[in-house]
């Protein structure tokens, strides 16, 4: 797998009132282009509960995708380093992705 690197990482518009203080952001990462993202989005989904990250696709082999990361604390700093965690994470492992369960038979 080649280098994969989170480019940007946007603050949200808005601070959130005190009462609802999970917003959503969104950023740049930079990655090979037949990279789908699809083993970060299942990372940061299983460990994150109600957060969800969503990569955008290729576009004309651009090497930047767009993600989005919802239900996140107001805390740009804590939402980078956990990414940059489990990117880091995902390029210590091994490449294929993991395979989806399979359904029981009867």
Not at 2 to 10: A, D, N
Not at 51 to 56: E, F
Not at 60 to 81: I, K
Request: glycine share 6%; aromatic share 4%; with cysteine.
């Amino acid at each position: 797998m080649g280098e994969i690197t989170l480019e940007e990482l946007e603050a949200p518009k808005h601070r959130p009132d005190p009462e609802d203080a999970l917003v959503v952001m969104q950023g740049w990462l930079h990655a090979p282009s037949d990279w789908d993202g699809t083993r970060l989005e299942r990372l940061w989904n299983d460990k994150h509960g109600r957060s969800r990250l969503g990569v955008g696709l290729c576009i004309a082999n651009s090497p930047r995708r767009h993600f989005v990361v919802s239900n996140v604390p107001y805390d740009v700093e804590l939402v980078r380093a956990e990414l940059e965690s489990l990117i880091a994470e995902l390029e210590a492992g091994p490449d294929e992705v993991d395979p989806e369960p399979e359904a029981a038979t009867a």
